[in-house]
């Protein structure tokens, strides 16, 4: 199998940066959550915050599933796998709002794998240092 030459580049650079970028503003926000806790020897703040934390990773991946057309693979739905009785412009409707989510679910992926990265980073530190 040949290599794909037409690659967006740039793209690609483009989407990996805003990664970066989301994962340092995300653990640097946890951090400072657990050092503000830690400072002020108030651990009710990093109950709190990774709390929190916690709450809304798991509202992302519940927004992520239902955009996603409740299934976390792609399965590529074609018109005949729909009712019936649907009128060619109601399944029309619906494939496009299926993709539609599907855009929205690629975009709040950005937000949610730095998330999930910050958790794992955060309990394997956790194991190995104390």
Not at 79 to 107: C, N, V
Request: proline share 5%; net charge positive; charged share 20%.
């Amino acid at each position: 199998m040949k290599p794909d030459k037409n690659i967006d580049v740039k793209g690609v650079f483009r989407k990996l940066g805003t990664l970066l970028l989301n994962f340092i503003l995300l653990y640097g926000a946890f951090r400072i959550i657990i050092a503000l806790g830690e400072k002020l020897q108030l651990p009710i703040i990093y109950y709190i915050g990774t709390t929190v934390y916690m709450v809304a990773l798991a509202g992302l991946i519940i927004a992520f599933y239902i955009l996603n057309g409740y299934s976390f693979d792609k399965p590529k739905v074609m018109p005949e796998d729909l009712p019936a009785d649907w009128t060619t412009a109601q399944k029309q409707e619906y494939l496009d709002k299926l993709a539609a989510g599907r855009e929205k679910g690629k975009k709040l992926l950005y937000v949610l794998l730095p998330m999930v990265v910050t958790v794992a980073i955060s309990y394997i530190e956790l194991w190995l240092f104390s």
